[in-house]
């Protein structure tokens, strides 16, 4: 399988806790891009990396979130201190921008229950 | 800022009707991206088109059919003689053009369920 990857696919923990997600992006994809799903709602947009540089930030990002990509490969996403208001679906996505490529594939994401 | 709508929350269709799901977007780039993506119940948004902003020409890949409309800002997607299968939610997406922009920007959804 060479799509883009995501663990665990479930997670329960209880309010406080920390949790860290990976997402392992296609191969030779250098962008790699983090959004929140809530039930209802699209996808929104919390942060992106060029390889293993943090381009972009969404104000939904509060300090409790974390983001990283230290070798420009897989990314992981932490939360500290897990609020109820958590609870979502977190999507990866990855992208090779160039012109006619630039699409922005999705992993089957990680399922977050904050008790 | 960038804005996608889709109207239609919910369709309910019965098999073999044809349904069309309606995305209207608001940009301020002259050249971005549109895209739709299908989300069946298992969660995972599978990538079902992108249109270029400067080609107009509408697309035709089997039973999926997209009408793009720059005078309109719409992008609308119409699947013929649908199936059960076809059941899920499908999201329409924007994203500029420029290459150093990130983010796409989502509409909420419209949650399609073909009866059989």
């Known amino acids: 399988d060479t799509g883009v990857s995501q663990n665990p696919r479930h997670k329960i923990t209880k309010r406080g806790q920390n949790v860290t997600f990976r997402c392992d992006p296609i191969?030779?994809?250098?962008?790699l891009y983090w959004y929140r799903q809530t039930l209802g709602q699209g996808p929104e947009f919390l942060t992106y990396f060029q390889n293993e540089a943090q381009l972009e930030k969404s104000r939904l990002l509060s300090d409790r979130f974390s983001a990283e990509r230290p070798k420009g490969s897989f990314s992981t996403l932490e939360i500290q201190r897990t609020e109820q208001g958590d609870s979502a679906m977190y999507l990866c996505?990855?992208?090779?921008?160039?012109?006619?490529?630039?699409?922005?594939?999705f992993g089957p994401g990680t399922r977050l229950t904050v008790l | 800022a960038q804005k996608v709508t889709q109207a239609q929350t919910e369709i309910s269709v019965v098999e073999k009707e044809d349904v069309t799901l309606d995305c209207v977007y608001e940009t301020r780039d002259t050249t971005y991206y549109l895209f739709w993506y299908k989300q069946p119940p298992s969660g995972e948004l599978v990538f079902l088109i992108r249109?270029?902003?400067?080609?107009?020409q509408n697309e035709i890949s089997g039973r999926y059919s997209w009408n793009f409309q720059k005078s309109t800002s719409s992008f609308n997607f119409t699947i013929t003689a649908s199936q059960v299968v076809d059941s899920a939610v499908y999201f329409c997406a924007l994203r500029p053009h420029n290459t150093n922009a990130g983010k796409s920007t989502f509409g909420d959804g419209t949650t399609l369920t073909v009866k059989p």
């Open positions: 996505a990855s992208t090779l921008p160039g012109q006619g490529v630039d699409t922005q594939y």
């Open positions: 191969s030779e994809h250098n962008r």
């Open positions: 249109r270029n902003s400067f080609d107009e």
